[in-house]
């Protein structure tokens, strides 16, 4: 189970942070389109990996 969000993370992205975090994993169809870009950002800072289509917070 992942930790707390890492510090870096706004408010916005807190939250799509946590939601990956509390499904172990989650699919794009899983966010809302706004969540998607969030989720981007997320995985261009590395907070969050793309694992075979799923989210998956980031253990790097």
Do not use: W
């Amino acid at each position: 189970v992942a930790g707390p969000c890492p510090v870096m993370v706004s408010n916005k992205e807190a939250s799509v942070y946590d939601k990956i975090c509390g499904k172990h994993g989650c699919t794009k169809e899983d966010l809302s389109e706004r969540e998607n870009m969030i989720v981007k950002q997320l995985t261009s800072k590395g907070v969050v990996d793309r694992i075979n289509g799923r989210f998956y917070p980031s253990f790097r």
